[in-house]
C-alpha cells in the first residue's frame, strides 16, 4: 500500500504557484485574496486563518473580513461588491456555511464570476459541465485530481465512484473525474443508494466526501483500488490536549491493508484544498491583469 502524501504534493503546488507570483511582481502585480467570515464557528475561523496565513507566506495580498453571526445578508452582499469592485482583489471566498439567516446561494451570485475563486458561482457550475477551461474548478476536487495525477494513478478507462453528492465536492468531483481527458467511468453514490458496499467494491478509484467519521470499512473496497479520503470530522480523544481528533470518512487502518493507495486525515486532501485555492487565486490575477 502507498500512502499519498497531500502535504508533500501540496508544497509541490504552493512552489509552482510561487513562481507564478513572482512572473506577476516582474509586472508590478501582486494577486490579492479576500477571504470573508461571518459568525465565529471555530472550524471555520480555523481554516480562514490557514487560508490567510498561506496566502501571506506565498506573497499574495490576503485581506480578512471577520463579521459578527448577526451581519445582514444585505451587508455581507454589499461587502462582496465592494470586493468586485476592488482592483487590488482577485479572488473572493465566503467561507461556507454561513449562519443560517443568510442564504448561501444569494450571497455566491453576488461574487463576480472572474474572482470567484471557490468556483460556487452558478456560470463556473455551468462552465465545468460544459468543459469550458475559463471557469474555476472548486478547490477540493481539483484538489483530489492532483492527488491522483501525482501518484500516477490511472484514470483513463478506470471505474470511479464518488460517494457523496454535494455541490462543494462530490458533484463536481464526479465531473473532473468523467472530462475528457481524465476518462473515469464514473458512479455517484448517496445516502438512498441501495446496497454502498457493493457499489463501492466495483471500483478502481473511491472518492469519499460523505461527512461520517471511518464510515467506508475494509467491506467497502477492492484489493488494489485507490481510496481518497476527503472527509474532515472531529472525534473525541482524551489523549490529545484538544480533546478531539481530526479522522476521514474511511477506516483508514483497515482499508490501508488492502488497497493500493489512500490519502491520510489528516495529511491527505486538506493540504490540496488551500494549495488550489492559491493556484486559483493566482490564475484570477493573470486573466483579470492579462
Ligand atoms: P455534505 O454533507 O454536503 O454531503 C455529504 C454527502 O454524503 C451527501 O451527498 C450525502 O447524501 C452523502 N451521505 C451521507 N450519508 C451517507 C450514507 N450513509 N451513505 C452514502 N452517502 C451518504 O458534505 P460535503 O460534501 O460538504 O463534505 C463531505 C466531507 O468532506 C465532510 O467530512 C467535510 O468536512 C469534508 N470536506 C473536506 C474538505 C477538505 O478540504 N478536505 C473540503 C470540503 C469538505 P445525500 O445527498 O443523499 O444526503
Do not use: W
Request: hydrophobic share 45%; with cysteine; glycine share 8%.
Amino acid at each position: 500500500m502507498s500512502r499519498i502524501d497531500g502535504t508533500a504534493i501540496a508544497q509541490k503546488v504552493h512552489e509552482e504557484t510561487r513562481q507564478r507570483i513572482a512572473a506577476l511582481a516582474a509586472r508590478g502585480i501582486q494577486p490579492g485574496l479576500a477571504v470573508v467570515l461571518v459568525g465565529d464557528d471555530p472550524a471555520s475561523r480555523a481554516y480562514v486563518r490557514s487560508k490567510d496565513k498561506r496566502a501571506a507566506d506565498l506573497g499574495l495580498h490576503s485581506v480578512k473580513h471577520e463579521l459578527p453571526a448577526p451581519t445582514s445578508q444585505a451587508d455581507l452582499i454589499a461587502l462582496v461588491r465592494t470586493l468586485n469592485a476592488d482592483p487590488a482583489i482577485h479572488g473572493i471566498l465566503v467561507q461556507s456555511p454561513p449562519p443560517a439567516h443568510i442564504d448561501e446561494s444569494a450571497v455566491v451570485v453576488a461574487i463576480d464570476p472572474r474572482k470567484d475563486v471557490d468556483g460556487f458561482h452558478p456560470l463556473n457550475v455551468a462552465k465545468l459541465a460544459l468543459d469550458d477551461p475559463t471557469g474555476f474548478v472548486p478547490c477540493t476536487p481539483l484538489g483530489c485530481i492532483r492527488l491522483l495525477q501525482e501518484a500516477g494513478i490511472e484514470t483513463a478507462g478506470a471505474r470511479a465512484v464518488v460517494v457523496g453528492r454535494s455541490m462543494i465536492v462530490g458533484k463536481p468531483m464526479a465531473l473532473l473525474l468523467l472530462r475528457r481527458g481524465t476518462d473515469a467511468t464514473v458512479t455517484v453514490a448517496h445516502s438512498r443508494t441501495r446496497d454502498l458496499a457493493a457499489v463501492t467494491r466495483e471500483a478502481d478509484i473511491v472518492i469519499a466526501a460523505i461527512g461520517r467519521p471511518h464510515f467506508l470499512g475494509a467491506g467497502h473496497i477492492r484489493p488494489g483500488a485507490t481510496v481518497i479520503d476527503v472527509g474532515i470530522n472531529r472525534i473525541d480523544d482524551p489523549s490529545s490536549p484538544k480533546g478531539y481528533k481530526l479522522v476521514g470518512d474511511v477506516d483508514y487502518d483497515a482499508v490501508a491493508e488492502k488497497c493500493a493507495a489512500i490519502t491520510p486525515v489528516p495529511g491527505g486532501v486538506g493540504p490540496m484544498t488551500i494549495a488550489l485555492l492559491m493556484a486559483n487565486t493566482v490564475t484570477a490575477c493573470e486573466r483579470l491583469t492579462a
